[in-house]
């Protein structure tokens, strides 16, 4: 039987040593074709280091049996965490989550204000509203019954052109053009509600909403009683009829009648 390796070829008969080449150690090393895999090749190194793997696999195997129920990624995580922890300072962010909580409180307590300010102005305006629709309602329905003229016809019309204003803490009634600007009467101040009945008394159209007392059916001037059409004198004419003429014509023009 053929060596792999002898340290001489001398004796071997000249078919066989052909058949051994001289290698860099001196020794002889038989050279054989490689078949299906198989061929002659020195292993001593690979011997070696599959040994070295060995060693080192199983110092590993036993350095990682106590981790082997671990989740590799969620260790990982882990870490992660404890070095973010790490760098945290303790009394800053104790600070921070007071500051956290006291800022979260505040803005509650702001919300629940902002909501309870709502619904108090929402009471007040519905209240205003209210007391506005009274303190007008219930001017217009006096002057109204005083001039003897129809509340159901005429007081939407007044609502129209009466608006609630303040004045020094104090409520007050005032008569409105279209555009919105204060109505006067002849003497240059606010007209009120009983001039503005006055002078819809006097309209040809809202003075069929008049009971004729005093007056002729079309809401013209105050006659002299004997169905002619004559003007009345100062001294005949009622407080009322004095007011409704003053209301229309001024007082200049209610001075220039007659006594």
């Known amino acids: 039987m053929l060596k792999a390796i002898i340290d001489t070829v001398d004796g071997l008969p000249d078919a066989v040593k052909e058949h051994y080449k001289q290698g ?24 070696n280091a599959l040994g070295k793997e ?21 260790a990982r995580e882990a870490l992660a965490k404890m070095a973010e ?31 309870d300010l709502k619904t108090r102005d929402d009471t007040l305006s519905a209240y205003r509203t209210q007391i506005e629709k009274l303190l007008i309602d219930s001017a217009a329905t006096s002057a109204l019954a005083d001039a003897k003229g129809s509340i159901d016809l ?15 803490g104090a409520f007050a009634v005032e008569i409105v053009k279209p555009d919105g600007s204060p109505k006067v009467n002849g003497k240059g101040d606010n007209m009120s509600i009983t001039e503005l009945v006055a002078e819809m008394r006097q309209s040809d159209v ?28 100062r001294s005949q004419m009622t407080n009322k009829q004095k007011a409704d003429y003053i209301a229309e014509h001024g007082q200049e023009a209610f001075l220039k009648l007659p006594k």
């Open 24 to 47: 860099d150690d001196g020794k002889f090393v038989l050279t054989v074709e490689a078949v299906n895999g198989f061929s002659l090749e020195d292993v001593t190194g690979l011997k």
């Open 54 to 74: 060995r060693s080192t696999r199983e110092a590993l195997e036993k350095a990682t049996a106590k981790f082997k129920d671990l989740d590799p990624d969620k």
């Open 85 to 115: 922890l790490s760098e945290i300072d303790p009394q800053k962010e104790a600070d921070k989550l007071a500051q956290a909580k006291v800022d979260a409180i505040k803005a509650q307590l702001l919300e629940s204000h902002g909501k």
């Open 154 to 168: 005429l007081l939407p019309h007044i609502r129209n052109a009466a608006r609630v204003v303040e004045k020094d």
């Open 206 to 233: 809202f003075g069929r909403a008049f009971e004729a007392s005093g007056h002729s059916g079309t809401g013209k001037g105050p006659s002299n009683g004997t169905g002619g059409t004559g003007q009345l004198k």
